[in-house]
């Protein structure tokens, strides 16, 4: 990976993309490492769209891996009571992303389940559980004692330190005015920063010409 011009920490992740770690993501990495002493079964990473929940949930999983224990990512919508066993098999490390959408009753079964078993969940939704409309009080009194971490939006120094990696994983080399003019012009997520630097690259590889400003400019009034 290319060194990056901002002073930011690094995390590897594992067999995946680097993650890259700032103020508004530095505390939920912190517990991810604390990972398996954790204080309760399950721990809630949330945060709007964007600031990387799901790619952190991913990095959690490579971790778990990593140790030799093998994670189980599953969808809010695939959870049942009836499915939980064939869903977490011996696994003692369980992700779900979107948490907030599953059924109560499953969610409340999962956490049990994985709770017997000495596991851990990582529960992973846009809002804290404690903003949840929860109707089912043992659910609630659960979620609520776990501890809870709040993803915000990249700020200008890692959104400019992922648009660097994005175009250096593309083999492209920005000049710092390109990253400067992008940064306070695109909203501050992970995926728009990925989207905006595949329009560019697409646009530059049309144009056989390296991207610049006017280039950007052009491309972000698309």
Request: charged share 20%; proline share 9%; net charge neutral.
């Amino acid at each position: 990976m290319a060194q990056l011009p901002l002073d930011l920490g690094h995390l590897p992740a594992l067999g995946r993309e680097d993650f890259l770690i700032a103020a508004s993501n530095e505390i939920a990495v912190g517990w991810l490492e604390r990972w398996p002493d954790w204080p309760q079964p399950a721990l809630a990473i949330y945060g709007p769209p964007g600031a990387g929940k799901t790619h952190l949930a991913h990095v959690f999983a490579a971790r778990v891996r990593a140790t030799g224990a093998t994670p189980i990512l599953i969808e809010p919508a695939g959870l049942e009571v009836e499915t939980v066993p064939a869903l977490v098999g011996a696994s003692r490390a369980v992700v779900v992303d979107g948490a907030n959408l599953a059924a109560e009753q499953a969610l409340l079964h999962l956490y049990n389940f994985v709770a017997e078993r000495r596991g851990h969940l990582l529960i992973v939704a846009p809002e804290s559980p404690s903003h949840w409309s929860i109707l089912l009080p043992d659910l609630r009194s659960r979620l609520l004692a776990a501890p809870a971490v709040a993803l915000s939006p990249p700020d200008d120094a890692l959104l400019g330190a992922v648009l660097v990696k994005l175009f250096a994983d593309r083999q492209v080399t920005v000049a710092v005015d390109v990253i400067a003019y992008l940064v306070p012009r695109i909203e501050r997520s992970f995926a728009v920063a990925r989207a905006t630097a595949a329009a560019l690259d697409a646009a530059a590889l049309a144009e056989k010409r390296p991207i610049t400003v006017p280039l950007a400019r052009r491309v972000l009034r698309l």
